[in-house]
């Protein structure tokens, strides 16, 4: 009789932890505009919409690059975006030798006046010249690539970067950004080896020298063709340094990997990894399809980017357990313009917007 009832409880204890593995299981991540804090809008439609990007020029803050009409001022009226006339400013801003497509990285924040003690050290601005078609990949527009790294220094000075014949850039903008953590600012680019395909490279003007060198570079892909895109730098794990976000091969499975780098060793090291992203679209001028921002306001930055199909988007943070999806939103069309942060009715609080294949801007904004 006891055996039986003993039995009998096993099964339903055995059945009740099965409920809730099945449970844990099937539980999917929140969608965005429930339970998240944060909803999403549609803002109108930029036709010929290439990408967006952050600009203090514009009156929303936001610019858009057309195919028809080169950089638009975007203008924001509470609900809608509206196309507000040329943004000529972004052709000034460019220097002549930049490679076709080729757009100027500037540094976060404020530079040090010239005469400052750190300004030799601090990069200002950031392009690639030396067009070149030894690489003919071409997944971004062209097979035309730099293979000259240009940075312009708070205390005027440009310095130069040339790559050996046995690699390009295969990039269009340097991302300038604080990749270790120490104060001070590097150049990532985005490097790829004409035989072992892309990596990423960092460059800076150490202290007290004339030119500018490369500190460090992951392991590159291993195989021609094979590319990867930076999706910016911060500390999503809460270690107190800094990861830089990548995905490795956005176009055929793509990989969102963290990389670390201790500010002295040539190597940077790959600390992560999870399969199902992409941030770019094959012949796309396109590259931030990512943003960095604390979604769910817990103290520490959160990454926003397109899964594999781009029609979702996804909300990723660091756990014990590794990389997890805390919200995720779907999509009309892919998402095929860059994410950008920006505070568009400057309540002080900022909004994630981005840009899809059928020229529609979308944004998720806060609510209360
Ligand atoms: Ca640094
Ligand atoms: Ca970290
Ligand atoms: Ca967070
Ligand atoms: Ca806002």
Redesign the pocket.
Known sequence: MMTTRRLAFCLAALLLVALLLVAGALRAPPALAQGFGWSAQTLGRIDGLIDLRASPHSPSGLIALTRDGGWRALAFDGEALTDAGAAPFMGKLAPPEIIPHGRVGVAPGAPPAPDDPTAATTPNAAWFEGATRRYGHGVLGDAVEGSVLQVAFADRRILAHRLPESAVFEDLEPRILDADGDGTLEVLAIKAYLDRGATLALYAAPAGADRLVELAEAAPIGRQNRWLNPAGAADFDGDGRPEIAVVRTPHIGGLLIHYAWDGASARLVEERRVAGYSTHAIGSQALGLAAIH?????????LVLPKQDRRMLAVV?VTDAGFAETARLMNPAPVAASLVVVDLDRDGDAEIVWGLEDGAIRALSRVD
């Open positions: 604390d979604m769910d306001a817990d103290g520490r930055p959160d943070t």
